[in-house]
């Protein structure tokens, strides 16, 4: 069993910067792959980044692709995720998952485990 919880969403002017965090309990952290997805009012949750279980492959939508940036460190279970140039399309709630199959990362049926998401609010 894994329990997320993100942290770090909040208000921030459109060009600003957030990071988000989510952190992992347990003991098997480093073995699942751990991803973002985000869901804006009225519409789909969304995949957003994902990273391997070691942090060396990593995958983007193509909304935030050099935007966005995913890292993980596995001694404090936690995943980031470094929101830059933020724009008003990205507010949404942000949620991190794991996931034990880095290959299906895209797709939300492939995770095991969801945080309870975090609100980001980019004003233009």
């Not at 990071?19 to 991803?35: D, H, K, N, P």
């Not at 985000?38 to 995949?47: C, D, L, N, T």
């Amino acid at each position: 069993q894994v329990q997320l919880v993100e942290s770090g969403g909040g208000l921030v002017q459109a060009g600003g910067s957030l990071r988000l965090s989510c952190r992992a309990s347990g003991r098997t952290f480093s073995s699942y792959a751990m991803g973002w997805f985000r869901q804006a009012p009225g519409k789909e949750r969304e995949f957003v980044a994902v990273i391997s279980w070691n942090g060396d492959y990593t995958y983007y939508a193509d909304s935030v692709k050099g935007r966005f940036t995913i890292s993980r460190d596995n001694a404090k279970n936690t995943v980031y995720l470094q929101m830059n140039s933020l724009k008003s399309e990205d507010t949404a709630v942000y949620y991190c998952a794991a996931t034990s199959d880095y290959g299906l990362g895209g797709y939300q049926y492939a995770y095991h485990y969801w945080g309870q998401g975090t609100q980001v609010t980019v004003s233009s």
